[in-house]
Nanobody, 120 residues
């Protein structure tokens, strides 16, 4: 069993930056591909970014590529999402996901989510 706890959300003006973190319990964190998803009000949850278990490979949704960076620290059981040049359309609840060993599969474990609000 893995528990995920996100932090770092908040209210920020367009063009600014935020860094989200997701702390995981359990000793198997480093085995998993970790992902970030987001869900805007009234919309489906969508993929944002993924990082391989070693951190060597990273994947991004087209809407965030070049602005967001996913990283991980396996020694700290933590995955990060650095969000730069934020836009109002980035407003959403951001969720950390783990438990999968592939980029395409969604893991069984979700965090509680952290709200990101970008104002114009």
């Amino acid at each position: 069993q893995v528990q995920l706890v996100e932090a770092g959300g908040g209210l920020v003006q367009a063009g600014r930056s935020l860094r989200l973190s997701c702390a995981a319990s359990g000793r198997t964190f480093s085995n998993y591909v970790m992902k970030w998803f987001r869900q805007a009000p009234g919309k489906e949850r969508k993929f944002v970014a993924a990082i391989s278990s070693s951190g060597a490979n990273r994947y991004y949704a087209g809407s965030v590529k070049g602005r967001f960076t996913i990283s991980r620290d396996n020694a700290k059981n933590t995955v990060y999402l650095q969000m730069n040049s934020l836009k109002t359309e980035d407003t959403a609840v951001y969720y950390c996901n783990g438990g999968s060993r592939t980029v395409t599969d969604i893991g069984d474990y979700w965090g509680q989510g952290t709200q990101v609000t970008v104002s114009s």
